[in-house]
Structures are given as C-alpha cells and as structure tokens.
C-alpha cells in the first residue's frame, strides 16, 4: 500500500506565502505524475499544478506566475511553493499521484488527505 501525508497548510494573510510538501511512503512502487488539486466550499475539486516524472509542469490559469510545484523523487515528495496568496486560493489542498508497482503497467490514483489552506482579506 502506498500513503501520501501532506503537510503545510494553515492561515495566511493576503500577498503571504505557504509551502505545502507531500510525501509518499510505502514499497514496490514507482511514481509518475504528481500534483496538487484543490477544494473549496460548495465547488468542485480543481486542478492546481501537475509535474510529471520527467518534463514540463503544468498550471491554472488562477494560479500561474504566483504557485511553483517541484518534486523530489529521491524522497518520493512534491511540494507547492504558494506566494502572493489571495482569499480565493483558501481551498483544502490534495496531493495526487499516479503511481504504477512493480513490472505493471497500469497505473493509481492516490490522493492525499488534504490539508487547509485559508487566506485572510
């Protein structure tokens, strides 16, 4: 089994900053894309940023310029760098990860528990 553990949400004010980290842990299991998605209040869950195993990031428009989503794949870890946070990023924030075991080819989904993320005005 694979757990991904988030961590790093909490209150922020307007134009702050917040690193949010996501580690896999488990055995017998490869990762390939991971990102971040995101949930607030009465809406649907969005994408925010995905960084595949090897190649180009990808953004939201909301959020380009300002969020940077990086991994460590010797730790198993992504992060999300937030700065110039406003009210409407506060969301509770999920880890994903697409991960594959051993010689097969199909791949996970996991995602991660989530974690709060508020922005005051």
């Known amino acids: 089994q694979v757990q991904l553990v988030e961590s790093g949400g909490g209150l922020v004010q307007a134009g702050g900053s917040l690193r949010l980290s996501c580690a896999a842990s488990?055995?017998?299991?490869?990762?390939?894309?991971m990102g971040w998605y995101r949930q607030a209040p009465g809406k649907q869950r969005e994408l925010v940023a995905t960084?595949?195993?090897?190649?180009?990031?990808n953004y939201a428009d909301s959020v380009k310029g300002r969020f940077t989503i990086s991994r460590d794949n010797a730790k198993n870890t992504v992060y999300l760098q937030m700065n110039s946070l406003k009210p409407e990023d506060t969301a509770v924030y999920y880890c994903?990860?697409?991960?594959?075991?051993?010689?097969?080819?199909?791949?996970?989904?996991?995602w991660g528990q989530g974690t709060q993320v508020t922005v005051s005005s």
């Open positions: 488990g055995s017998g299991f490869s990762i390939n894309a």
């Open positions: 960084i595949p195993s090897a190649g180009s990031t």
């Open positions: 994903n990860a697409r991960i594959r075991f051993g010689t097969l080819h199909y791949e996970y989904n996991y």
